[in-house]
């Protein structure tokens, strides 16, 4: 299984830009399709974007498309989102997943795909 802690969270004002890392150890990391999640209070998990094993294949929400870059450095076992134009709207914990296992090489955007989470980092972006 793979291990998963996020880091980049921040305080931002709209319009700004963050950028989130996923920092993973495990030896499927490579071999697995990772992806981006968030919760705001008092609302479900939502996908937010999510990258193919091997970096060649993107998913984006309708929300933050244009927006959100998603990318993975499989030499580093990291994946990181660059959010740039950050709204309102944006602020929530962000968390990171990792596919269930090999199998999953190209988008998890359910739940069902996913093995491991990490904690979460809080994303909060003023008005």
């Known amino acids: 299984q793979v291990q998963l802690v996020e880091s980049g969270g921040g305080l931002v004002q709209a319009g700004g830009s963050l950028r989130l890392s996923c920092a993973a150890s495990?030896?499927?990391?490579?071999?697995?399709?990772m992806g981006w999640f968030r919760q705001a209070p008092g609302k479900e998990r939502e996908f937010v974007a999510s990258v193919s094993w091997d970096g060649s294949t993107t998913y984006y929400a309708d929300s933050v498309k244009g927006r959100f870059t998603v990318s993975r450095d499989n030499a580093k076992n990291t994946m990181y989102l660059q959010m740039n134009s950050l709204k309102p709207e944006d602020t929530a914990v962000y968390y990171c997943?990792?596919?269930?296992?090999?199998?999953?090489?190209?988008?998890?955007?359910?739940?069902?795909?996913?093995?491991?989470w990490g904690q979460g980092t809080q994303v909060t972006v003023s008005s």
């Open positions: 997943a990792a596919g269930r296992d090999s199998t999953v090489r190209w988008r998890i955007t359910t739940k069902a795909f996913i093995g491991s």
């Open positions: 495990g030896r499927t990391f490579s071999s697995t399709a």
